[in-house]
């Protein structure tokens, strides 16, 4: 079974940073795409950035283009997400994801099959 734990989630003023944490169990990490999504109320959830199994590939929503890092400690198995000149546009609850096929890179929600529990971020103006 696996099991997503995001963190690093919290209350900042626009402009500010923050870095997302996502810490997931087992031993196939590796071999999988991660990905973070957000959803902010009465909205549905929207990808924000995804990371190939390697790392080596990056993918991001318009929105956060230039100003979000995606990246991933596989010795570690986490992931990250650098926010960099957040907006209150941003606020949501962030959520990882980790694919659900081998060495499949997808931008999609319905291509996770894990999902993490969310962590709050809000950014103030």
């Not at 997503?4 to 810490?23: F, H, P, Y």
């Not at 990808?47 to 995606?70: E, N």
């Not at 960099?84 to 994801?97: F, G, H, I, M, R």
């Amino acid at each position: 079974q696996v099991q997503l734990v995001e963190s690093g989630g919290g209350l900042v003023q626009a402009g500010d940073s923050l870095r997302l944490s996502c810490a997931a169990s087992g031993r196939t990490f590796s071999n999988y795409a991660m990905g973070w999504f957000r959803q902010a109320p009465g909205k549905e959830r929207a990808f924000v950035a995804a990371i190939s199994w390697s790392g080596g590939i990056t993918y991001y929503a318009d929105s956060v283009k230039g100003r979000f890092t995606i990246s991933r400690d596989n010795a570690k198995n986490t992931v990250y997400l650098q926010m960099n000149s957040l907006k209150p546009e941003d606020t949501s609850v962030y959520y990882c994801a980790k694919a659900l096929r081998y060495h499949q890179d997808s931008t999609h929600s319905y291509d996770y099959h894990y999902w993490g529990q969310g962590t709050q971020v809000t950014v103030s103006s």
